[in-house]
């Protein structure tokens, strides 16, 4: 099996490596021929030397780490609260009947508009960001582990009854095994959610992190610092995808 995955994931790494290049060659070239496509998307030669230069200050990574702790601490907390709604809600169909209709109603409302709440509420600091992810957070797994209880076998629950299991030998045994897919799949969709309501809070309101910067050098008209911050917004959240990936072939050996 090993001699037939290398070549194609050799083949794979060098195909993604061929467009990387190509794509960045030719974003080059425009922009240098066209000075309007470099004012609105700047250069890629451009964004490296305005990485680099960040890269050699110390405040860069005070902003990196703190929009990093704004996103895992929303992400943990809203993963948690979620899954935990949802187990609430699998356990007492009666509650998610009364409470379905608020939930849907929150879930439907951008969470964007309740971004200026939460800064009056929680202030400028952490707090806020760290809500103002979970919020966007919590629905999505809630969701994604309710469908995956709720799609568990049956019979194997009746089964795990009838040999006296009780509530937690049930969800021990039985739902979180069988819901594992659909949680890390909501876990995955959610990362990405986590950091961007980290960032549009400090977008909104706040003098430090990734999201300030932005902000910044969108004031600035500056398209190289916007695209700066965006990609390393994208190392972020790559990074997070990474260990979710990780963590899920860990807990689930089986799927690979």
Same mark, same amino acid.
């Given at each position: 099996?090993?001699? %037939?995955?290398?070549? =194609?994931?050799?083949?794979?790494?060098?195909?993604?490596?061929?467009? =990387? !290049?190509?794509?960045?060659?030719?974003w080059e070239w425009a922009a240098r021929s066209t000075p309007k496509i470099q004012f609105l998307l700047s250069r890629p030669t451009l964004i490296l030397n305005r990485l680099v230069i960040w890269l050699e200050s110390i405040y860069t990574y005070r902003d990196i780490m703190l929009t990093l702790s704004e996103t895992v601490i929303g992400f943990v907390v809203g993963a948690l609260a979620g899954f935990a709604l949802a187990v609430v809600c699998y356990y007492s169909p009666f509650l998610y009947q009364v409470i379905r209709p608020g939930l849907e109603m929150l879930n439907?409302?951008?969470? &964007?508009?309740f971004t200026p709440l939460f800064l009056l509420w929680f202030g400028l600091g952490l707090t806020s960001k760290a809500v103002m992810a979970a919020s966007l957070v919590l629905f999505i797994v809630f &969701?994604?582990?309710?469908?995956?209880?709720?799609?568990?076998?049956?019979g194997l629950i009746n089964r795990l009854r009838v040999m006296g299991?009780?509530?937690?030998? *049930?969800?021990?045994?039985?739902?979180?095994? $069988?819901?594992? %897919?659909? !949680? @890390? /799949? /909501?876990?995955?969709?959610s990362v990405? @959610?986590?950091?961007?309501?980290?960032? !549009?809070?400090?977008?909104? +309101? /706040?003098?430090?992190? *990734? +999201?300030?910067?932005? =902000?910044?050098?969108?004031?600035? #008209?500056? $398209? %190289?610092?916007? @695209?700066?911050? #965006?990609m390393? #917004?994208?190392? !972020?959240? *790559?990074?997070?995808n990474t260990g979710l990936y990780k963590l899920e072939q860990r807990l689930m050996p089986w799927k690979a």
């Amino acid at each position: 099996m090993s001699i %037939t995955r290398n070549p =194609a994931r050799l083949l794979v790494a060098s195909l993604q490596l061929i467009l =990387a !290049v190509v794509g960045l060659l030719g974003w080059e070239w425009a922009a240098r021929s066209t000075p309007k496509i470099q004012f609105l998307l700047s250069r890629p030669t451009l964004i490296l030397n305005r990485l680099v230069i960040w890269l050699e200050s110390i405040y860069t990574y005070r902003d990196i780490m703190l929009t990093l702790s704004e996103t895992v601490i929303g992400f943990v907390v809203g993963a948690l609260a979620g899954f935990a709604l949802a187990v609430v809600c699998y356990y007492s169909p009666f509650l998610y009947q009364v409470i379905r209709p608020g939930l849907e109603m929150l879930n439907a409302m951008p969470r &964007v508009v309740f971004t200026p709440l939460f800064l009056l509420w929680f202030g400028l600091g952490l707090t806020s960001k760290a809500v103002m992810a979970a919020s966007l957070v919590l629905f999505i797994v809630f &969701v994604g582990t309710l469908s995956g209880l709720q799609e568990v076998d049956q019979g194997l629950i009746n089964r795990l009854r009838v040999m006296g299991a009780n509530h937690w030998d *049930l969800l021990r045994h039985a739902l979180i095994p $069988s819901g594992l %897919t659909w !949680v @890390f /799949s /909501s876990l995955r969709s959610s990362v990405g @959610f986590a950091l961007a309501g980290a960032v !549009v809070s400090e977008y909104l +309101g /706040s003098s430090k992190g *990734l +999201g300030y910067r932005i =902000a910044l050098a969108e004031g600035n #008209l500056d $398209s %190289t610092g916007i @695209f700066a911050g #965006l990609m390393i #917004l994208g190392v !972020v959240v *790559l990074g997070m995808n990474t260990g979710l990936y990780k963590l899920e072939q860990r807990l689930m050996p089986w799927k690979a």
